[in-house]
């Protein structure tokens, strides 16, 4: 016979590491504050490629002077891909802030300066995003409306197959779980200041199909278990022995999914695709919260509640 | 248990394992020099701007004409129309009714190597100025008296079902066409689009209920294009391109060709783990797997022609891992309930049967919730667009595909993780050489 852990005996342990990460995230958040994407927050980036060095000042002053009225910020990175051997190549990404895109003439205003005021770094035209901040803050709230929607109908699902052991009890706890996850990829964000885009969007909804399975796997054998045991066993053994039972289990799928997007991540950093390496990261962040917040965050909650039902 | 023959175990071995290299490589052969595809494999896939790049645009009437809602909605249903008959479904299209814009995104066109974003731009844009015009070049009647315009079969009882476009007019329309075909009767009537003739009908008779057929040798793709443009052109005002942008490719080529091996290893490494792990059951869960990921593969490369053409984003790919995730966790569940039924003293027959049937509700709960996510995203970032009466008409498809890859996952994941893996499983214990405890999770004599 395998061992029994004691999930629920350990659960404040738990409920502290989760409670310590999450005030670290806000602290954090407070801060650093967080970045929404141009997609969400709306206004504008225009990219350029260059080549070789650049005096930031200058450069400052030659883009605000283009664009009187508007505020300025840029960023400058280094497209490894495209350095030559004379010259490193570099990306500016130009930001304008505002509640509407920026205008074509605006566009070739700036183009222009560039090119003839810093004519030997080669200034090319990469791309450019332009958000008005209305759609943009719309589709920000439609893609919350849409997990909204989607984590309301998981919790019947869960209250309505769960019955036997307490339906609404183990919906709303594994929705604690989800909220925990959510919440763990967020500051995820947060500390690494990556801005807030469609892909935490993507990333979220994946974890929150991940993690839910982990919880629904759990309650499945509880739901077992108890059938088996009988209503006046100790529904925290009973925990425990399920839990047990499925730790095998639940640590082979994380593992495998963990290597599967950690090569994706390794390849990705190999290669320098910053933008799957920032989706692949949180990816893996939400996989080890995910079957974290099911064992130890959903299950005691679960024991929690139906023991004080008991008593009262 | 029901033994399912030994036989069974190969042919659906082989059967999966044959739809999985053509659903990867696809089958093409070379007519003379031109290569000729007949499935789509893996590098047919189109990818999403958020990959490989594409076209930003933004459009606005020209010479500042102020355009009602309705017309701009109306402009932008025929970009629309436009991307889906040209078979791109991954955009996004916004309308800002404040500043007249529309803006569209959209990523590089299927089977086209070198995409010309400008004149791509100007090809959704042409939504210029409709008119009817006599031999002369006079103009009769303009776009404005066109309510609708539709490509159709002539079903008529001496027709060769000869494909043509319906043209309805508006009640003014009607009343002007009618005296235009009175006029004009035996005689060719002009459609303009700008200066640019779509057609040259020749008028056969009265046509004063509003409602005209445009024949002619059509092919049924002329007939669409044809009664597209008419639709574009009923607007009052063209569409000029305020901006447009080709974004780079945020990842390139180099980068699709580094992911692939990316996949490659994780397949690798999964297949290794489960078969290490839990012997026979892994090793077929792996062949199943493996035709998981061929199905959903097909499903987004058209491999069967009743699947949309279909764009492949971040988020798809997102949808993937967690389908695959949801996969390799079917497996797992099962495997490991057959290793604690073998625990309690089971024979092999019985532990495989009730592991089995042991592990199927828990599979079957975890899949549906997830089922419950993909439907609501289709829903919501899809073309039903279920909240766009509360937050406007903000689509994006890059959502879209994460439901869409999600959805189709989970369900291949029943038919192979689930349905033949097990079949595959009840049949492989049937050869002798097998039919040892150890080799399915069970502890060693």
Known sequence: ?312 | MKRIPKPVFFIVAVLILAFAATAVFGVKYYDGDIQQTSIKGISDIRWGIDIRGGVEATFKPADDVDATDEQLDSAKSIIETRMVSNGITDYELYADYGSDRIIVRFPWKEDETNFDPVEAVNELAATAHLSFRNSSGEELMDGSAVASARAGVDTSQDSTGQYMVLLDLNDEGAKLFASITEEYLKQPIGIYMDEVQLSNPTVQSVISDGSAQITGNFTAEEAVKLANQINGGALPFSLETASYSAISPTLGANSLTAMGYAAIIAIIIIVLFMTIRYRVPGFVASIALIGQLALSIAAVTRYFPVFQSFTMTLPGIAGLILSVGMGVDANIITAERIKEEFRSGKTLDTAIDKGTKNSLTAIIDGNMTVVIVAIILMLVFGPTNILSGIFGQSTTGTIYAFGYTLLIGVISNFIMGVWLSRVMLKSIVGLKFLRKKSLFGGAGK
């Open chain 1, 1 to 312: 016979m395998k061992k029994t852990l004691n999930f629920i005996g350990k659960s404040k342990v738990f409920f502290g590491i989760s409670l310590a990460i999450i005030l670290i995230g806000i602290i954090c958040n407070i801060i650093f504050g967080v970045t929404l994407d141009i997609q969400f927050k709306g206004g504008a980036i225009i990219s350029y490629g260059f080549v070789g060095e650049v005096d930031d000042a200058a450069l400052k002053s030659a883009i605000q002077e283009a664009t009187p009225g508007n505020t300025v910020t840029f960023t400058i990175s280094q497209d490894i891909l495209s350095n030559t051997e004379e010259n490193d190549a570099y990306t500016i990404a130009i930001q304008f802030s505002g509640e509407t895109a920026i205008s074509t003439d605006t566009q070739k205003t700036i183009t222009d300066t560039l090119t003839e005021k810093f004519p030997e770094n080669k200034f090319e035209y990469q791309e450019t995003t332009s958000v008005e901040a209305s759609m943009g803050l719309k589709f920000l709230l439609k893609c919350l409306t849409a997990v909204a929607i989607a984590s309301i109908l998981m919790v019947i699902y869960v209250t309505i197959r769960f019955k036997r052991i307490g339906g609404l009890s183990a919906g709303v706890m594994a929705l604690v779980a989800l909220f925990h996850d959510v919440a763990m990829i967020y500051f995820m964000y947060v500390i690494f200041r990556m801005p807030i885009d469609s892909n935490f969007i993507a990333v979220v909804l994946m974890i929150l199909g991940y993690s839910l399975n982990d919880t629904i796997v759990i309650y499945d054998r509880v739901r077992e278990e108890r059938r088996i045991a009988g209503p006046k066993e100790d529904i925290a053994v009973v925990f425990n022995k399920s839990a047990s039972a499925v730790m095998s289990r639940t640590i082979a799928t994380s593992v495998t999914t963990l290597v599967a997007i950690g090569t994706v991540y390794v390849v990705a950093t190999i290669f320098a695709l910053d933008s799957v390496q920032g989706f692949a990261l949180p990816m893996m962040i939400g996989v080890i919260s995910g079957c974290y917040s099911s064992l130890c965050i959903a299950g005691p909650l679960w024991v929690f509640w139906n023991k004080r039902k008991e008593k009262n």
